[in-house]
C-alpha cells in the first residue's frame, strides 16, 4: 500500500529589493537637504535610498536668495516627498530653483513740503497782555502786572511811573503804573498822544500830531495846561539837559529856527541862546546822557548815518 505525500509548498516570494535614486539639481543661491541623511546638495546632488525608505526633500535659501520652487518630479514650494521604491528601482530627477531677492524699492524722492504744514489746528490760546520793567541789561526790576487791554504807547517820567496809553471803543485811555508795576490809576480819557515826553516839573507832556496839548501829572488821572516855557514853544521838540536844569528845544516853532538848539531855564522861562549844529534838523535828537544826533543822508551803501557829539549837553 501507497500513501501519496503532498508536495512541499512553493517557496515565498524574494523581498522587495527596488531602491530609490534620487538625483538633484540646484540653480541659484540655496541649498536641498534629505531626511533621512544622504542628499546635501550643494555637495552631494546624488543618494540612493533603501527599498521601501521615502525621502523628504528640504529647500533652503541662502542670504540674499528666495526658494522659486521645484521642477521634474516634485513641483510647487513646499517640502518634497518621495515614495519608497517596491520591487523595482526608481530613479528621480528633482530640480530646485532658487532666485535673488529683488532689492527693494528707491525711496521717494524728498517732499520739500515736509513738514511746512500742520497736521491739524490747535485750539487757540487765549494771549494774555502784561506790563514788567527791565535794566539795560534785560533783568526785570518791577513786578509783572496783567493788563486787561492792549496798549499802544508808554511814557516813562523821571521818577520812573509809567503811564500806559490804549485806543479802545473809539477813544484814547491812560493808565499810570509806579515803577513797581503797581497800579496808580485807572483808565482815563487822554488826547489822542504821539508822543509822551517826561518833563523835569513832573509828569508827562502830551504831544497830539505836531503839538504839544497837555500834561498829565504824576500818577494822577486827570490833563494840566503846559507850563509857560512850553506853551510858547508846543510845535517844537525837547529834551531835559543839564541834569534838569534846562530844556533843548527844537523843530518847527523854535525861536531858533533849522539847524539850531535853544536852551531854555523852566523856571524863569529865559532863552539862553541859540547853539547852531551842523545839518541838525527836526529828525535830530538828545539822548538822555546829553548826546546830540544828527542824522545824514543816506551813503551809498544805503547805510544810515548819524553825526554824535557825545555828551554835549549834559
Known sequence: MFTLVPPPPPPPPPPPSGKLIVQVRVTGEGDVRSDPAGIDCGQTCDATFATGVSARLVATARAGSTFDGWSGDCSGT?????????????????????????????????????????????????????????????????????????????????????????????????????????????????????????????????????????????????????PDWLD???????????QGKAYASWASGSTCGPGSIEIVVPSTRKSCGCLSVPDFSPSGSIGVDGSVIVPQPAPQNGKCAYSLYPQLLR
Open 78 to 226: 513646499d517640502d518634497c516627498v518621495l515614495p519608497g521604491a517596491g520591487d523595482a528601482s526608481h530613479m528621480v530627477h528633482v530640480s530646485a530653483k532658487f532666485v535673488a531677492v529683488p532689492p527693494p524699492p528707491p525711496p521717494p524722492p524728498p517732499d520739500e513740503c515736509a513738514g511746512l504744514m500742520p497736521s491739524s489746528l490747535p485750539a487757540p490760546v487765549t494771549a494774555v497782555l502784561t506790563y514788567q520793567r527791565f535794566d539795560a541789561g534785560g533783568r526785570p526790576v518791577s513786578n509783572e502786572v496783567r493788563l486787561d487791554r492792549t496798549t499802544r504807547m508808554a511814557g516813562v517820567d523821571l521818577d520812573g511811573n509809567a503811564l500806559l496809553a490804549s485806543f479802545a471803543a473809539g477813544k484814547w485811555q491812560g493808565r499810570w503804573l509806579a515803577r513797581d508795576a503797581t497800579p496808580l490809576t485807572w483808565w482815563f480819557d487822554l488826547p489822542a498822544p504821539s508822543a509822551l515826553d517826561p518833563l523835569v516839573e513832573g509828569g508827562l507832556a502830551v504831544r497830539s500830531d505836531s503839538n504839544y496839548v497837555g500834561v498829565v501829572p504824576d500818577g494822577e488821572a486827570r490833563q494840566t495846561g503846559l
Open 232 to 242: 510858547s514853544r508846543a510845535s517844537t521838540k525837547f529834551a531835559s539837559i543839564r
